[in-house]
C-alpha cells in the first residue's frame, strides 16, 4: 500500500512540474509576440512618418505660423507661392499630385473641394495677390454598369469668383450649392444621340442608345445627372520684385 502511495506521489509530482513547464513556455510565447507586437507598430509609425515627408506633398515643418501643424497639411509650391491646404488622406496616394511650371494638379476622386475648404497662403513673397475660383460641370448617363461620363460633350464652366482673404492670410472657399452643381447648358436628347453615335460608329457598340434614352424628355430626368468634373484655383499676382505672375490649382473630379 506504501509502495502504490509513493508511486501516486511520483507521478502526481510529474504532472505538477509539466504544467509548470507549459505555464512557463506559454509565457515565453505572449513575452515574444508581445515584442513582435511592438516592433511592426514602430516600423509601421515609421513608414508612415517618411510617406508623409515625400517630396509628392511637400508636408513643410517650418509652416507652423500659416495656421497647420507639421503633420496635419500638405503644402503646394508654385515657384514662390507656398498654398497650404489641411491633410486630406486620399491626396496623399502616390500619383494624385502632379505639377508643371505654372500649376498643380489634384485627383481630388472624392470630392473634398465641393465641401467648404479653408487653406492658407504665405503671402512673404508677394506685394500682390488675387484669388479665384472656377468650376466646370458635365453630363453623366447612368447605366446598368459604368456610368458614362460626356466629357469630350459641351460643359458647363462657370465665371470666375474672387475668395476673400480672412485673417492669418487664410481663405476659405464655400461649399456648392445644389443649384450651382446642378447648372448646365441647355441641351437636347437629340444632340446627345448625335454625339453618341459619332463616338461610337467606329466601335460597332450593339447598345441601343436610340431606345434607352429617347423616352427622356429632358436631361433633368432619369438615365441623366449633371456632376462637377474640375475646380480650378487661380493666383493672380506680383512677387516683390516686380514680376507679374499667374498660377493654378487644378481639381479634377473625374
Same mark, same amino acid.
Given at each position: 500500500?506504501?509502495?502504490?502511495? $509513493?508511486?501516486?506521489?511520483? @507521478?502526481? &509530482?510529474? $504532472?505538477? #512540474?509539466?504544467?509548470?513547464?507549459?505555464? *512557463?513556455? $506559454? *509565457?515565453?510565447?505572449?513575452?515574444?509576440?508581445? +515584442?513582435?507586437?511592438?516592433?511592426?507598430?514602430?516600423?509601421?509609425? %515609421?513608414?508612415?512618418?517618411? %510617406?508623409?515627408?515625400? =517630396?509628392?506633398?511637400?508636408?513643410? /515643418?517650418?509652416?507652423?505660423?500659416?495656421?497647420?501643424?507639421?503633420?496635419?497639411?500638405?503644402?503646394?509650391?508654385?515657384? !514662390?507661392?507656398?498654398?497650404?491646404?489641411?491633410? @486630406?488622406?486620399?491626396?496623399?496616394?502616390?500619383?494624385?499630385?502632379?505639377?508643371? #511650371?505654372?500649376?498643380?494638379? $489634384?485627383?481630388?476622386?472624392?470630392?473634398?473641394?465641393?465641401?467648404?475648404?479653408?487653406?492658407?497662403?504665405?503671402?512673404?513673397? +508677394?506685394?500682390?495677390?488675387? @484669388?479665384?475660383?472656377?468650376?466646370?460641370?458635365?453630363?453623366?448617363?447612368?447605366? =446598368?454598369?459604368? =456610368?458614362?461620363?460626356?466629357?469630350?460633350?459641351?460643359?458647363?464652366?462657370? /465665371?470666375?469668383?474672387?475668395?476673400?482673404?480672412?485673417?492669418? *492670410?487664410?481663405?476659405?472657399?464655400?461649399?456648392?450649392?445644389?443649384?450651382?452643381?446642378?447648372?448646365?447648358? !441647355?441641351?437636347?436628347?437629340?444632340?446627345?444621340?448625335?454625339?453618341?453615335?459619332?463616338?461610337?460608329?467606329?466601335?460597332?457598340?450593339? &447598345?441601343?442608345?436610340?431606345?434607352?434614352?429617347?423616352?427622356?424628355?429632358?436631361? =433633368?430626368?432619369? /438615365?441623366?445627372?449633371? #456632376? @462637377? %468634373?474640375?475646380? +480650378?484655383?487661380?493666383?493672380?499676382?506680383?512677387? +516683390?520684385?516686380?514680376?507679374?505672375?499667374?498660377?493654378?490649382?487644378?481639381?479634377?473630379?473625374?
Amino acid at each position: 500500500m506504501l509502495h502504490k502511495c $509513493i508511486k501516486f506521489d511520483i @507521478v502526481l &509530482f510529474l $504532472i505538477q #512540474k509539466k504544467n509548470v513547464i507549459q505555464k *512557463n513556455r $506559454i *509565457n515565453k510565447m505572449k513575452s515574444k509576440l508581445l +515584442t513582435i507586437i511592438t516592433f511592426i507598430s514602430l516600423v509601421t509609425f %515609421s513608414l508612415f512618418v517618411f %510617406s508623409c515627408n515625400s =517630396n509628392d506633398l511637400n508636408l513643410d /515643418p517650418e509652416n507652423n505660423d500659416l495656421g497647420f501643424s507639421n503633420l496635419d497639411s500638405i503644402t503646394l509650391e508654385l515657384e !514662390q507661392i507656398k498654398v497650404l491646404f489641411p491633410t @486630406v488622406e486620399q491626396w496623399e496616394e502616390k500619383g494624385a499630385i502632379t505639377f508643371s #511650371k505654372d500649376s498643380a494638379i $489634384i485627383h481630388d476622386r472624392n470630392g473634398e473641394m465641393l465641401l467648404d475648404k479653408t487653406f492658407t497662403i504665405n503671402l512673404d513673397a +508677394t506685394i500682390k495677390l488675387d @484669388v479665384e475660383q472656377q468650376y466646370e460641370t458635365i453630363l453623366t448617363i447612368i447605366t =446598368n454598369g459604368d =456610368n458614362i461620363d460626356l466629357t469630350k460633350m459641351k460643359k458647363y464652366t462657370s /465665371p470666375w469668383e474672387v475668395i476673400e482673404v480672412g485673417s492669418s *492670410n487664410k481663405y476659405n472657399k464655400q461649399a456648392y450649392t445644389f443649384d450651382e452643381m446642378n447648372t448646365f447648358p !441647355q441641351t437636347s436628347i437629340q444632340e446627345i444621340l448625335d454625339f453618341i453615335f459619332l463616338q461610337t460608329r467606329t466601335t460597332q457598340s450593339e &447598345f441601343d442608345w436610340n431606345k434607352y434614352l429617347k423616352q427622356t424628355k429632358s436631361i =433633368n430626368e432619369f /438615365p441623366f445627372d449633371i #456632376k @462637377v %468634373s474640375k475646380i +480650378t484655383l487661380r493666383f493672380i499676382g506680383q512677387y +516683390t520684385n516686380g514680376e507679374k505672375f499667374t498660377k493654378f490649382i487644378v481639381f479634377t473630379l473625374v
